[in-house]
């Protein structure tokens, strides 16, 4: 069965204090890996897709990264308004276009 | 395109009453995805459809919860009857068709209804 673990639960970082997010996954067959960002009383909002091992993509201060087990989202000095829930969903399996979500990471950031 | 649309936004409605979600697609868009998302258990696919026809509905909850999509520009979720336990927000997603056999498929979403049953 697909499978996806997001760690941290919840992240507090100060302004300019670079972390990553982790996103585990098992799946039979990936056909891709997303990340969304989700602010409070919103829907999910796209931010990145992967395809295959060693693919990174990088928006502003984010870059997402892929190896056969996991992704990171890096984030590099930080601002107040990345403060958001960051969730992590795969696409995986041949017979199947099921998206399925972790849990997600709660990312705060203090100016 | 104005995305994914969701209606209402809030539902607050009395333990027994019927519940019904309206979700209107991207335009174009192949799938349509319905999720409920709580803290406890995070985004949850309820069922999903291709081609306005239902792919896989096993994470229906149970026979209180039902989903048609009648053309490519509307679907509904339906709860009768609804419970407290169903209290969470529900997300329609729509997405493109992927890529080849192995291609990926970006999901957008709408902006959600949040439920509340008494």
């Known amino acids: 069965e697909d499978q996806v673990t997001q760690s941290p639960e919840a992240l507090r970082l100060q302004e300019g204090e670079s972390s990553s997010l982790n996103c585990s996954y098992t799946?039979?067959?990936?056909?891709?890996l997303f990340w969304y960002r989700q602010d409070p009383g919103k829907g999910p909002e796209f931010l990145f897709t992967l395809y295959s091992a060693g693919e990174e993509k990088e928006k502003e201060r984010l870059k997402a990264t892929l190896t056969k087990k996991e992704s990171f989202l890096h984030i590099t000095a930080p601002k107040p308004e990345d403060s958001a829930t960051y969730l992590c969903?795969?696409?995986?399996?041949?017979?199947?276009?099921?998206?399925?979500f972790g849990t997600g990471t709660r990312l705060q950031v203090f100016p | 395109d104005a995305g994914v649309i969701q209606s209402p936004r809030h539902e607050v409605t009395e333990m027994g009453q019927e519940v019904t979600l309206r979700c209107k697609p991207i335009s174009g868009h192949d799938y349509l995805f319905w999720y409920r998302q709580t803290m406890m258990r995070g985004l949850e696919l309820l069922i999903y459809?291709?081609?306005?026809?239902?792919?896989?509905d096993s994470g229906m909850p149970e026979d209180r919860f039902s989903a048609k999509m009648p053309n490519a520009s509307f679907s509904t979720l339906k709860i009768q009857p609804s419970e407290p336990r169903d209290s969470a927000v529900y997300f329609c997603?729509?997405?493109?068709?992927?890529?080849?056999?192995?291609?990926?498929?970006?999901?957008?979403f709408g902006q959600g209804t949040r439920l509340t049953v008494v």
């Open positions: 459809f291709n081609n306005n026809v239902p792919i896989d």
């Open positions: 997603a729509s997405s493109p068709r992927g890529s080849g056999v192995l291609g990926g498929t970006v999901a957008f």
């Open positions: 799946v039979s067959g990936l056909r891709g």
């Open positions: 969903a795969v696409q995986g399996s041949y017979n199947t276009d099921k998206l399925i």
